[in-house]
């Protein structure tokens, strides 16, 4: 599917047409504030054949998009978690909306208690492009599984995606249920300002910052799914090979234009030649080849290439050593590369790399390399490779990261019984699986009482007798 940048500009909404969407969802709201689960399983059930039946299309708009992107890095990172966390969703949602019982203290019975947890009403995701799909879909789950209202506003670096999938969803929902918006930058500041019941962003932290602000003012609560630098440690006694096939499939991936990459590797001083080897064989197994090399995913767009070239330019005049694992690149493929020597002084080593370098920081002792990683901004995810069990504990309980793998990369993200989300700069807040129908959900607590009102006993006039008791037996 190729974009017309042209033709989609001409297609992109008015400002004015997203308060009229936002209206509709919100009247569409309040006729059906309390969707019943088969309509919402109904609901993504209509999803999930559509992302079955549309997979080709899918994958083809994406990789046009990226100029290439790898098909199976598509199954693999969008199609499938997205259709397991739907089925993950369907499964456990009548679960997830029955009222929780709560407990009610001697003082106050009788009475009985109970949590409600009831849609929130509209809810915007705003989606990034390097995973256009599983980012749009994931939080659209959440979403609809709680029985909410979503809009979508789609990156103006993915257009033939964000083209596809407002046709797509608009085969299965009514504009009022689900609408997908397209525009460039006003686009987009416009709609982190509608007064949304919940607003989801994903993206980087300085424009994470900005969506906050815009949200504040209407009070809207956020969730921010950003970034930042998610280190990787390789133990001192780990097999080399182990870790760093596991680091490279985590960094190569997408081209390393992932959230929760490994950013940059910590290595024991005397292992980091070996580990260079070990990572070149690695990466060299999976890519024999970069020309023409269907599996290797191209880089989103030029500006995003000029950045990463500019990280090496500026780290090399730096005094960084470049090891480029592949002789030249092909087009916005660009070589995977390991960056030596690297310091604080250096962009690379400031921010979020988003892309196929990998600098490598020795370390002389877990102490050392603790100390480096509590020393910055909290990650998004940390990754330790070692088989001591009391190493991992150490990892788990002397470092903060929104989420941790023990020898892996990645995967942990597609976890759909565990939360997803980052700490501080790497973001707040959490989605996936019940935590999504949560994040959701207003969580209304509810007192009942019936005809017998043992609270009377404690209205004024005071100083009575049975006061006086229910003092003694309850104020300690």
């Not at 088969?38 to 609901?43: E, G, P, S």
């Not at 549309?54 to 994958?59: G, K, N, V, W």
């Not at 909306?97 to 407990?103: A, E, G, I, Q, V």
């Amino acid at each position: 599917m190729t974009a017309d940048i042209a033709y989609l500009q001409t297609l992109q909404q008015p400002l004015e047409t997203l308060d009229r969407q936002f209206q509709a969802q919100r009247a569409a709201y309040a006729a059906n504030p309390m969707p019943p689960a088969a309509q919402r399983q109904q609901w993504l059930k209509a999803l999930r054949d559509l992302l079955s039946a549309e997979r080709q299309a899918l994958i083809d708009a994406i990789s046009a998009d990226f100029s290439h992107r790898s098909a199976d890095e598509t199954l693999l990172a969008e199609l499938m978690p997205s259709l397991h966390g739907i089925h993950y969703a369907s499964r456990h949602l009548k679960n997830w909306m029955k009222p929780s019982r709560r407990k009610v203290g001697m003082a106050f019975q009788p009475a009985s208690a109970k949590v409600v947890y009831q849609p929130l009403g509209v809810v915007g995701v705003i989606v990034p492009w390097n995973y256009p799909l599983y980012l749009a879909v994931g939080p659209m789950v959440g979403a609809l599984a709680a029985g909410n209202r979503v809009m979508l506003k789609l990156s103006e670096s993915t257009p033939a995606t964000g083209l596809l999938l407002k046709e797509l969803l608009a085969r299965i929902f009514p504009e009022d249920l689900v609408c997908v918006v397209l525009g460039e930058a006003d686009v987009g500041v416009a709609f982190s300002r509608l007064p949304f019941d919940h607003l989801l962003f994903t993206g980087s932290t300085s424009v994470g910052k900005h969506v906050m602000r815009a949200a504040a003012e209407n009070l809207t609560p956020v969730t921010l799914e950003l970034g930042g630098k998610s280190p990787a440690i390789v133990s001192r006694d780990v097999p080399l090979k182990d870790a760093a096939e596991r680091i490279a499939f985590g960094k190569t991936l997408n081209a390393g234009q992932t959230c929760v990459a490994p950013d940059y590797v910590l290595v024991p001083e005397d292992r980091v030649g070996a580990f260079v080897e070990a990572y070149r064989q690695a990466v060299q197994g999976f890519y024999p080849t970069l020309a023409d090399n269907a599996d290797y995913t191209a880089i989103i767009n030029e500006r995003q290439l000029a950045r990463l070239n500019g990280y090496v330019s500026d780290a090399t005049s730096k005094g960084a050593l470049l090891i480029p694992l592949f002789e030249q690149g092909q087009g916005r493929r660009m070589p995977h590369s390991v960056l030596l020597n690297v310091s604080d002084e250096m962009t690379v080593m400031q921010d979020e790399i988003f892309g196929p370098l990998l600098p490598i920081v020795p370390y002389r002792d877990l102490e050392q390399a603790f100390a480096y990683i509590n020393q910055r901004p909290r990650p998004l995810a940390l990754y330790y490779f070692g088989y001591d069990k009391r190493e991992q504990h150490r990892v788990l309980h002397e470092t903060h990261s929104g989420g941790v793998c023990l020898n892996d990369t990645l995967l942990h993200v597609a976890q759909d019984d565990m939360p997803f989300g980052g700490i501080g700069p790497s973001g707040m807040g959490h989605y996936h699986g019940h935590e999504g129908f949560l994040t959701f959900s207003k969580a209304k607590g509810v007192l009942i009482k019936q005809r017998f009102n043992a609270a009377r006993l404690i209205y004024p006039p005071y100083g009575r007798s049975i006061q006086k008791l229910i003092q003694k037996l309850f104020i300690r």
